[in-house]
């Protein structure tokens, strides 16, 4: 599906030698169908780890690896194929090609395109943990970063050498999303938001439990949309089974009190709190430290509940709150019961919608409910969905340089 940020846009890519040249396909893929054009351009090296051909069939467009090549008339491939682009991306960035890059050599296609660029220059390295950690590459990325360069990852991990530590690049998915966060309009730039997704377990005993059906999925789609918009995120999560968003700095909690602590204790530093989390509204009171055993004759255990603390309604009721969001998932009449949500829980936002008939689910039709009155937004996915949150949030906020 196309996306705003990466529709129309023209991307050269840029692949040097190393073995994570597997992953590039698949990014490759994430790209065009994003709606980018690719254009690829490839070392001699990278291509001992991944044909052109194949980069050529999941790209839609000719491969370049010469600077010699016939197929542009004027023998300027390296002018022709930048002259077009948004940005050039390189992935994966061998540690040989960053030091040629930091030193402005221009002795093949690709080193000669970046240098004749006049667009941004984002890099991925990929090597192996002690290369990555040599004083030579560090010297060379620090002057990578000082000429404007984008140094995206690298990641740590297992190896391809079967070692473990920096430089693993990252993965694909994490890589398609520093793109798109680097076309990003930066409406929430220097902010810092706080945003709880997902359901909370609250324990009976050690293996039993009470929790909600909550997915997590739009409160992980806002997290990377505020990221992808500027902002410095923190994303407190009850238990999903969700990738954590490229430049996310993320928490996983279980109980709803033990998001009431994390959010708490972070609440007062933040400029917005999006609380989208299911909280369970009651705990069992004092669950069990031992599992309880089915009785030989029968009979059932009888709970007695006690309730949690509205994590929301408390932040929004500190002395400087941050800007406060809230979510209402409501399986009937909206509008009264959004408003009223709003105004109980004291929030300047409160985003309603129709559910739970949208957990789990990819798209979700909302309603604005804030001083001025209610907005209805039509059905997107969550991601469209989140990135026009971030902008609804971000020009309701206030403008902080007016407050000395
Ligand atoms: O009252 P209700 O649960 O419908 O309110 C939903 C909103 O309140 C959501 O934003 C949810 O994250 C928040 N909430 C909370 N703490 C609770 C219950 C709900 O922060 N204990």
Not at 22 to 46: D, F, N, P, S, W
Not at 385 to 400: F, G, M, N, Q, S
Request: glycine share 8%; net charge neutral; with cysteine.
């Amino acid at each position: 599906m196309a996306i705003a940020e990466l529709a129309g846009k023209h991307l050269v890519l840029g692949m040097t030698g190393g073995i994570a040249c597997y992953k590039i396909a698949e990014l490759t893929r994430l790209l065009t169908k994003a709606g980018a054009t690719v254009q690829v351009a490839m070392t001699e090296a990278a291509t001992q780890f991944i044909t052109p051909v194949t980069m050529q069939a999941l790209s839609g467009r000719p491969v370049y690896t010469s600077q010699w090549d016939g197929r542009i008339d004027n023998n300027m491939a390296h002018i022709d194929l930048s002259r077009e682009a948004d940005a050039i991306v390189i992935a994966p960035a061998s540690a040989d090609f960053l030091a040629k890059l930091a030193h402005g050599m221009a002795d093949d296609l690709l080193s000669t395109l970046c240098l004749a660029r006049d667009c941004p220059l984002l890099v991925v390295p990929a090597m192996n943990r002690q290369m990555w950690t040599n004083p030579a590459t560090q010297r060379n990325v620090a002057q990578l970063r000082a000429d404007g360069v984008l140094v995206l990852g690298p990641d740590s991990g297992v190896q391809a050498c079967g070692e473990t530590g920096d430089g693993r690049m990252l993965e694909p998915q994490a890589s398609y999303e520093a793109i798109v966060s680097f076309f990003q309009p930066k409406v929430l730039s220097g902010r810092c938001v706080l945003i709880t997704a997902g359901p909370t377990f609250e324990p009976i005993d050690p293996v039993r439990g009470i929790t909600n059906r909550s997915s997590g999925k739009m409160g992980f789609a806002l997290a990377r949309a505020a990221q992808q918009a500027g902002a410095d995120v923190r994303l407190i999560a009850g238990p999903v089974s969700l990738p954590t968003p490229w430049g996310v700095a993320r928490e996983d909690v279980e109980t709803a009190l033990q998001m009431y602590d994390a959010v708490v204790q972070r609440a007062q530093d933040c400029d917005v709190f999006i609380s989208v989390a299911a909280v369970a509204d009651w705990r069992v009171d004092r669950a069990s430290e031992e599992k309880i055993k089915k009785t030989a004759h029968g009979g059932v255990p009888s709970l007695s509940f006690v309730e949690n603390p509205d994590i929301l309604a408390t932040v929004a009721r500190l002395t400087n709150p941050p800007y406060c969001v809230g979510f209402a998932a409501e399986s009937g009449e909206l509008v009264v019961h959004g408003a009223e949500k709003r105004a109980r829980k004291q929030v300047p936002l409160l985003i309603g919608n129709l559910g739970p008939k949208t957990f789990g689910r990819d798209d979700n039709e909302v309603v604005l409910f804030d001083a001025q009155g209610l907005t209805r937004l039509p059905r997107m996915d969550k991601d469209t969905l989140a990135a026009t949150l971030v902008r609804e949030i971000a020009r309701r906020l206030p403008d902080t340089s007016l407050i000395s």
